[in-house]
């Protein structure tokens, strides 16, 4: 009942910017922990992002200063931009949010939802 889906990616020169959205839609009571996560075929899928409700941010090493995640919960949307990329930034970014149904039953119960992925490819 609630689906992730995120834009915003694409091609950039190494130095150049992206700003990844993940809009979130359906039977939504809340958004809790977000983040956004990458992966290359073959690996593992590493965390990139988290973002609390309170708004507390937590960056893997290797992106710290040049990424920042944020989120506008009036809009149940959850953004990543990047900055000074990287070509070993090239993967496919997924949005992740543990999140509150609006069904009755499931308040306080959260769910964990996975957007479909998006391709960011930063040449050198």
């Known amino acids: 009942q609630v689906q992730l889906v995120e834009s915003g990616g694409g091609l950039v020169q190494a130095g150049g910017s992206l700003r990844l959205s993940c809009a979130a839609s359906g039977s939504i009571f809340s958004i809790n922990d977000a983040g956004w996560y990458r992966q290359v075929p073959g690996s593992q899928r590493d965390l990139v992002a988290t973002?609390?409700?309170?708004?507390?941010?937590n960056y893997a090493d290797s992106v710290k200063g040049r990424f920042t995640i944020s989120r506008d919960n009036a809009v149940d949307t959850v953004y990543l931009q990047m900055n000074s990329l990287k070509p070993e930034d090239t993967a496919v970014y997924y949005c992740?949010?543990?999140?509150?149904?609006?069904?009755?039953?499931?308040?306080?119960?959260?769910?964990?939802?996975w957007g479909q992925g998006t391709q960011v490819t930063v040449s050198s």
């Open positions: 992740h949010a543990d999140v509150e149904r609006r069904v009755w039953g499931d308040y306080g119960v959260e769910y964990e939802y």
């Open positions: 973002i609390t409700r309170g708004g507390r941010t």
